[in-house]
């Protein structure tokens, strides 16, 4: 069973930055579908970014530009470098994962996170964006 563990979140000023880690275990094979989602107080959880299997990357609208996706397979860590942050990132931010979704599906989860669902969540991590 893959278990994930989010860290990196804390509070900064917009226009400032955060990298997000989750330290993946449980499962040996590096190359499936991890990825980045957040949910805001009152809000429905929404897709941030992703990667798939074949390592293409996918991005909500609203964060192109400014996050980067990566992962280092080695150590069996996904990131998350956050610039040039806005209250409106402002959220409890979970990272996923699940060995059995292809990239496409991988894709759609950014796009419709509660169609296309992954099975394994860590716990989240905070952050907090001050205007």
């Known amino acids: 069973q893959v278990q994930l563990v989010e860290s990196g979140g804390g509070s900064v000023q917009a226009g400032g930055s955060l990298r997000l880690s989750c330290a993946a275990s449980?499962?040996?094979?590096?190359?499936?579908?991890m990825g980045w989602y957040r949910q805001a107080p009152g809000k429905e959880r929404e897709g941030v970014a992703a990667?798939?299997?074949?390592?293409?990357?996918s991005y909500a609208d609203s964060v192109k530009g400014r996050f980067t996706i990566s992962k280092d397979n080695g150590k069996n860590t996904l990131y998350l470098q956050m610039n040039n942050l806005k209250p409106e990132d402002t959220a409890m931010y979970y990272c996923?994962?699940?060995?059995?979704?292809?990239?496409?599906?991988?894709?759609?989860?950014?796009?419709?996170?509660?169609?296309?669902?992954?099975?394994?969540w860590g716990k989240g991590t905070l952050v907090t964006i001050s205007s």
């Open positions: 996923a994962a699940d060995p059995g979704r292809n990239p496409a599906y991988c894709r759609l989860s950014i796009r419709s996170p509660n169609i296309y669902t992954l099975n394994y």
């Open positions: 449980g499962y040996t094979d590096s190359n499936y579908c």
């Open positions: 990667i798939g299997g074949d390592g293409i990357t």
